[in-house]
């Protein structure tokens, strides 16, 4: 089945339509706000009482290093675990990463100087230099990490251990 292709005769013979003119628009209403606007409150001006020392300053009380809900202080010596259930050792990674981060501690001198590592510096000659680098040496006083377990297993039924091993 093929179109036949429409040619200027047939259109020519075909009505016109009028054109209707266009209808004038009515300006737009304006929307009444759905709420009051409010007042513009005042700007109070600050006023300033004279310089004193007189005033005793308040202690600053500082959540950082706060208690840890787990028992971490208990394990008192090497070897030493307990168990969490319903955890896992990834669940557990950042809360075992800041007590490890809680109990190192920089190096220092007797003086209190900060005690750098040091790197040897091959010369051309065979001769070896010590040289302090910019990273300051830390003392590891506890080191903790976790490990998933069998809770069948585990004599308490914990889903994940751990454990101090320094």
Known sequence: ???????????????AQPVAPAQPVAPAQPVAPAQPVAPVKKRIEPELTGVSSNVEMPERISKRGSK??????????????????????????????????????MVTDAEGNPVFEMQELKGSDGSVTEVPTNKQKVEIQRHFFAV????????EGASVRIFRDV
Do not use: C, W
């Not at 089945?1 to 009505?15: E, I, N, R």
């Not at 030493?80 to 075992?96: D, L």
């Not at 998933?148 to 004599?155: A, E, T």
């Open 1 to 15: 089945m093929t179109k036949k292709p429409v040619t200027l005769a047939k259109m020519d013979k075909a009505p």
């Open 68 to 105: 840890s809900k787990y028992p971490f202080d208990a394990l008192t010596e090497t070897g030493m675990s307990f168990g969490i259930k319903n955890k896992t050792a990834a669940n557990m990674g950042s809360v075992v990463s800041g007590q490890n981060r809680k109990h190192k501690e």
């Open 148 to 155: 998933d377990v069998d809770p069948k297993k585990d004599p």
